[in-house]
């Protein structure tokens, strides 16, 4: 996404922050990702002051949100917890946080799992970063995203350069992973929210900041008709909470489950 939705960005953070209100948890360290310009590293800072925040941002941000970023970091340094940058090392099925096992009880994630092609590789890393005890609280954009565009002919949508996103996960695909993850008591929650335009260009900057448009389209330049083209975008709101439990008890591959040796206790008969 680009600047232009930051507003998008800080209203699901602030749903998200909402649904967490009953949630019990005081995190020593919390990994943000991605971290974008907004008010929600200033509002987990405020609910969390003793943690240290651990961000991941996207390498492709406008030189403004960068500087918005830099100052906010530069202000959560002031606290006690203080925070870092992380770096995410992506090969053919895997991503890697330049983070230790084990080293955070909190994992943010707002609206970007569906940009992974992969979305399972992520929770794998999340589950990898959470410590016993940690939550995953996460959201991003469902399959119906978009339909609006996907409704169009094919010859209009090839003009538009229209593209579904990269993951086509439903709620219920999540909380399947979730569980394939190890992950215990996942919550899924969805919601539509209906974005209205004044003119079809201003839905098509905000079609190619969602990453539905190939590229950008300037209608002055193209011969299609604007007339057919909607002034709305669904935009299909996924979010999601998991917790880590019994990390180290067992694992599960292949259908079968494997017990520690440690986590093995023998009873003695009393004497």
Same mark, same amino acid.
């Given at each position: 996404?680009?600047? #232009?939705?930051?507003?998008?960005?800080?209203?699901?953070?602030?749903?998200?922050?909402?649904?967490?209100?009953?949630? &019990?948890?005081?995190?020593?360290? $919390? *990994?943000?990702? +991605? =971290?974008?310009?907004?008010?929600?590293?200033?509002? %987990?800072? &405020?609910?969390? +002051?003793?943690?240290? $925040?651990?961000?991941?941002?996207?390498?492709?941000?406008?030189?403004?949100?960068?500087?918005?970023?830099?100052?906010?970091?530069?202000?959560? @340094?002031?606290?006690?917890?203080? @925070? &870092?940058? %992380?770096? *995410?090392?992506?090969?053919?099925?895997?991503?890697?946080?330049?983070?230790? +096992?084990? @080293?955070?009880?909190?994992?943010?994630?707002?609206?970007?799992?569906?940009?992974?092609?992969?979305?399972?590789?992520?929770?794998?890393?999340?589950?990898?970063?959470?410590?016993?005890?940690? *939550? *995953?609280?996460? #959201?991003?954009?469902?399959?119906?995203?978009?339909?609006?565009?996907?409704?169009?002919?094919?010859?209009?949508?090839?003009?538009?350069?229209?593209? #579904?996103?990269?993951?086509?996960?439903?709620?219920?695909?999540?909380?399947?992973? %979730?569980?394939?993850?190890?992950?215990?008591?996942?919550?899924?929650?969805?919601?539509?929210?209906?974005?209205?335009?004044?003119?079809?260009?201003?839905?098509?900057? =905000?079609?190619?900041?969602?990453?539905?448009?190939?590229? +950008?389209?300037?209608?002055?330049?193209?011969?299609?008709?604007?007339?057919?083209?909607?002034? &709305?975008?669904? %935009?299909?709101? $996924?979010?999601?909470?998991?917790?880590?439990?019994?990390?180290?008890?067992?694992?599960?591959?292949?259908?079968?489950?494997?017990?520690?040796?440690?986590?093995?206790?023998?009873?003695?008969?009393?004497?």
């Amino acid at each position: 996404m680009t600047h #232009s939705l930051r507003w998008l960005y800080t209203e699901i953070a602030l749903r998200m922050f909402q649904k967490m209100e009953i949630v &019990k948890i005081k995190p020593c360290a $919390i *990994l943000i990702a +991605p =971290d974008y310009p907004g008010d929600h590293s200033r509002w %987990l800072a &405020k609910r969390f +002051p003793e943690a240290r $925040i651990f961000f991941y941002s996207r390498p492709n941000l406008l030189a403004i949100e960068r500087i918005q970023l830099r100052l906010t970091r530069w202000f959560l @340094s002031w606290r006690s917890g203080g @925070s &870092k940058k %992380l770096s *995410l090392n992506q090969e053919a099925n895997t991503v890697t946080f330049a983070a230790a +096992p084990n @080293s955070c009880e909190l994992v943010w994630s707002n609206l970007w799992l569906h940009e992974r092609n992969n979305p399972k590789t992520m929770l794998t890393e999340f589950w990898r970063l959470l410590r016993e005890g940690g *939550l *995953l609280s996460l #959201s991003y954009l469902g399959p119906d995203t978009g339909k609006e565009l996907r409704a169009l002919d094919g010859e209009m949508k090839t003009q538009l350069g229209f593209k #579904s996103l990269p993951s086509a996960w439903d709620m219920h695909d999540l909380g399947d992973a %979730l569980i394939e993850q190890r992950f215990a008591d996942p919550v899924m929650d969805m919601e539509y929210l209906d974005l209205q335009y004044e003119s079809a260009q201003l839905m098509l900057h =905000d079609a190619y900041a969602l990453g539905l448009l190939a590229h +950008p389209i300037n209608l002055q330049n193209w011969q299609g008709n604007e007339a057919l083209l909607p002034k &709305k975008i669904t %935009l299909e709101i $996924i979010y999601g909470h998991a917790w880590v439990v019994n990390k180290h008890l067992s694992k599960s591959q292949n259908h079968q489950t494997f017990i520690s040796p440690d986590q093995i206790q023998t009873k003695r008969a009393k004497d």
